[in-house]
């Protein structure tokens, strides 16, 4: 049974610290999207990719978070540094153009 | 620009009583339209999709939804509801040729004994 694995699962820290959050798509997607979870806003897109390429990442506070492939089996989120109002739980999900998108358990990070 | 609105976030029936979600979206080319549904500390799971073709489109755990052009929405329902329906519901939106899923706000279903 095919799924999107993501790493850690929970996650707390302190503010200011650097927060590493994995994604393994399932094997064969080419497209790779993260999102952000709040009570306030929602799911939000933070960034997708094509076949490893960044398409868009203006959902990204560019400062703080960036986002990379560094092959087809990895995602990966790194926000450096932290801040509270990062608290949130980030999806990774993957999929094929014009097919479904199957989404990960999902990171809850906690920035103290 | 694109856009969904889920009407009522939250919404309580009983079991056994009709189940409706709301949906209407905005979009100035044809749309695909997504529901999803979330349990607690869950990802989300596709529902039920409509891209082109039949207007009325089956899911997964008996439910439905229409997608209704003049209307331009796309309500989710389900004849009984189940105990174990109780979850968040999504409605997105995305379009041929691109990547984006746009999606709602979201609704919390509660099924009352």
């Known amino acids: 049974d095919a799924r999107v694995t993501q790493t850690p699962r929970h996650k707390v820290t302190e503010m200011g610290q650097e927060v590493t959050m994995r994604c393994q798509p399932i094997?064969?997607?080419?497209?790779v999207f993260w999102y952000r979870q709040t009570m306030m806003q929602g799911l939000e897109l933070l960034a997708y990719?094509?076949?490893?390429?960044?398409?868009?990442d203006s959902g990204m506070p560019k400062d703080r978070f960036s986002a990379e492939m560094p092959d087809a089996t990895l995602a990966t989120l790194k926000i450096q540094p932290s801040e509270p109002r990062d608290s949130a739980v980030y999806f990774c999900?993957?999929?094929?153009?014009?097919?479904?998108?199957?989404f990960g358990p999902g990171t809850r990070l906690t920035v103290l | 620009a694109q856009s969904v609105t889920q009407l009522g976030s939250h919404v309580s029936v009983s079991e056994g009583a009709l189940v409706l979600l709301r949906c209407n979206y905005s979009?100035?080319?044809?749309?695909?339209l997504f529901w999803y549904v979330q349990y607690p500390n869950q990802g989300l799971q596709l529902l039920l999709k409509?891209?082109?073709?039949?207007?009325l489109v089956k899911g997964i755990n008996g439910f439905e939804a229409e997608f209704k052009k003049s209307e331009t929405s796309f309500h989710l329902t389900k004849p009984s509801a189940h105990m174990s329906d109780a979850a968040e519901y999504f409605c997105?939106?995305?379009?041929?040729?691109?990547?984006?899923?746009?999606f709602g706000t979201g609704t919390r279903l509660k099924v009352l004994a």
């Open positions: 990719f094509r076949n490893r390429a960044p398409l868009d």
């Open positions: 997105a939106l995305s379009t041929s040729g691109t990547y984006k899923y746009i």
């Open positions: 409509y891209t082109t073709g039949a207007t």
């Open positions: 999900a993957s999929g094929l153009p014009g097919l479904d998108m199957f």
């Open positions: 094997l064969g997607h080419n497209t």
């Open positions: 979009s100035s080319v044809p749309p695909y």
